[in-house]
C-alpha cells in the first residue's frame, strides 16, 4: 500500500496552474505549525476541568484521559441522541462506526432510530457543519476537534455506565462552550507560549516553502483566528525572527469564518506590545500586524482585487484549501458475475466471497482508525468529508512542504474518475454470465 502512495504529492481536485497564483494566503495553525501528541491531550484536559470545576460535572470524569486513537476527522455527531458516526458523501450512515459514549452502536439499533441507515438532509449540519436552525448533526472538521470528540463520548460514558438521567444537548453544549474556553480564556496559548518545544513541532520546511515563494516574486498573507504575541512567538520558532519580512500582509484573530462574509467589520493594527491602536487603515502595510477585518476590505486595501490567490488551511468551512491524509480504496467485483448462477455450489462460494469481502472491510478499516476507518471512504462511498473537501479546495496535500517538490509553473491535473455506468460490468463479460437469467425468464 505504501508503495502506491507518494507521502509528498499534492493531489488535485480542479485542474489549476501555480503560473496563474500572484498571490499565497496561510492559516497558521496546521497549516504553517504543526503541533506535537501532547496539545490534544493538554486540551482534553483543560476543557475535562472546566467542565467539573465551572460546570458542576461529577468528580469521577477526571478518570478518563485523551485516547488520540479513539476518533477521527469529518465524524458527525447526533445532538439529540448522543452519537457519534461517520457518513458518506450521500448521506448513509456507515455501519459498525455509531458509537455511544465508548461503545458501538449495534446495527439494528441504529437502523430501528434512523429508519434505516440514511440521515435525511433536513437533519444534517448546515453549511458550516453546525447543528443550528433545526439541523440536528454537528460535523467536526478539523484538528483541533479531536480533544472535543473524545471528550463528548468519555462523559457520555460516565454518565450511561452509572445510569444517570441527563440531555444530551445540555451536555453537548457544556462540552462546546469549554472547549471554546480553552481557547478564548487563552489557557492553550499560555501553555504553548510557556513551552514551545513541548508542543510545536520545529519545521524548518516552512521557511523554505515561503522563501522560495518570495523568491518567486509572490505576494503572501498570513490570517488566523489566534492571537498576535502567540503567533508572533510561534514562527520565530520555526521560521525566525524576521518572519514578518516574508509576508505582505499578517491578520490575527480574524474571526473566520465570519472573515470570509462579513463586511461591517473594519481592521484595526496591532502595535509591537499588543495593543490595539485606534487609527483609521487606509492600506495593509508589510511588516504590520492587523486584528479582524473583512475580505471585501482586504482585497480593498491591499489591491489585490482580481489577483489570483491560492489560500492554505486545515479547515474545510473556515479556509479554502485543506491538509489531509491519503485516500485508498479496494475494488471488487467478482461477486457480480457469480450471483447469476442459483445452483447451490456457486452461491456458497459467493457466501464465502461475501464473508471475506466482510472480514477485508474490517482489516482496511483498522489500517486507518480501529473505531471509524479511514478519513475518505466507508465501505464503498467517499465520506462526507471528502466530498466537502472536493467542493471547497483546489488541492490537498499532507503539509505544506510538499509544495517544495513542485515547480512554481506546475500545473495540476485532476485524474479522471469513471462513473459507474464507464466502469467495466459483469453484464460487459462473456454472453455466458448472463444465460442463466436469461434461460429463466424464456422459459416463463
Given at each position: ?99 455511544r459514549g465508548l461503545s458501538v452502536v449495534p446495527d439494528e439499533e441504529v437502523i430501528e432510530m ?331
Amino acid at each position: 500500500m505504501s508503495n502506491l502512495l507518494n507521502p509528498d504529492a499534492i493531489f488535485s481536485n480542479n485542474e489549476m496552474s501555480l503560473s496563474d497564483i500572484e498571490v499565497y494566503g496561510f492559516d497558521y495553525d496546521y497549516t504553517l505549525v504543526f503541533y506535537s501528541k501532547h496539545l490534544h491531550t493538554l486540551i482534553f484536559n483543560a476543557a475535562r476541568d472546566l467542565l467539573i470545576n465551572e460546570h458542576r460535572y461529577p468528580m469521577e470524569i477526571r478518570k478518563y484521559e485523551y485516547d488520540p486513537s479513539f476518533a477521527i476527522r469529518g465524524l458527525h455527531y447526533d445532538v439529540q441522541r448522543a452519537i457519534l458516526m461517520k457518513i458518506d458523501a450521500f448521506h448513509y450512515i456507515q455501519l459498525g462506526t455509531v458509537y455511544r459514549g465508548l461503545s458501538v452502536v449495534p446495527d439494528e439499533e441504529v437502523i430501528e432510530m434512523y429508519e434505516g441507515s440514511h440521515v435525511p438532509l433536513e437533519q444534517m449540519s448546515d453549511f458550516y457543519g453546525k447543528s443550528s436552525h433545526g439541523n440536528t448533526m454537528k460535523q467536526f472538521m478539523d484538528i483541533f476537534s479531536l480533544p472535543e470528540m473524545t471528550l463528548l463520548s468519555c462523559v457520555n460514558e460516565y454518565f450511561l455506565k452509572n445510569n444517570i438521567d441527563y440531555e444530551p444537548v445540555h451536555l453537548y453544549k457544556d462540552v462546546k462552550d469549554s472547549i471554546r474556553d480553552v481557547h478564548i480564556k487563552g489557557i492553550m496559548y499560555r501553555a504553548i507560549e510557556a513551552d514551545i518545544e513541548k508542543y510545536i513541532c520545529y519545521a524548518e520546511q516552512t521557511r523554505a516553502v515561503l522563501a522560495k515563494l518570495a523568491d518567486h516574486g509572490k505576494k503572501m498573507f498570513l490570517i488566523t483566528n489566534s492571537p498576535s504575541s502567540f503567533v508572533d512567538k510561534g514562527m520565530k520558532y520555526i521560521v525566525g525572527k524576521d518572519w514578518r519580512d516574508l509576508f505582505d500582509v499578517v491578520i490575527v484573530q480574524a474571526e473566520k469564518p465570519n472573515f470570509f462574509n462579513d463586511k461591517r467589520r473594519p481592521f484595526r493594527k496591532v502595535n509591537e506590545k499588543g495593543v490595539l491602536l485606534w487609527d483609521k487603515i487606509h492600506k495593509l502595510q508589510k511588516g504590520q500586524i492587523y486584528k479582524q477585518g473583512n475580505l471585501y476590505e482586504f482585497l480593498k486595501l491591499t489591491g489585490w482585487r482580481g489577483s489570483k490567490v491560492l489560500y492554505f488551511g486545515d479547515h474545510i468551512y473556515s479556509d479554502l484549501a485543506v491538509r489531509s491524509l491519503f485516500p485508498i480504496s479496494l475494488s471488487w467485483d467478482r461477486r457480480c458475475a457469480l450471483q447469476v448462477h442459483r445452483d447451490v455450489e456457486s452461491q456458497l462460494v459467493l457466501q464465502e466471497w461475501k464473508k471475506e469481502r466482510k472480514e477485508m472491510r474490517e482489516m482496511t478499516k483498522s489500517f486507518f482508525n480501529a473505531q471509524f476507518g479511514s478519513l475518505f471512504r466507508t465501505d464503498q462511498n467517499p465520506t462526507y468529508f471528502l466530498r466537502r473537501l472536493s467542493r471547497f479546495a483546489d488541492i490537498y496535500m499532507a503539509s505544506l512542504s510538499c509544495l517544495l517538490n513542485y515547480d512554481v509553473n506546475h500545473t495540476f491535473y485532476p485524474r479522471r474518475t469513471p462513473l459507474q455506468h464507464e466502469l467495466p460490468a459483469w453484464s460487459d463479460g462473456p454472453p455466458s454470465f448472463r444465460l442463466p437469467l436469461l434461460q429463466e425468464a424464456q422459459a416463463k
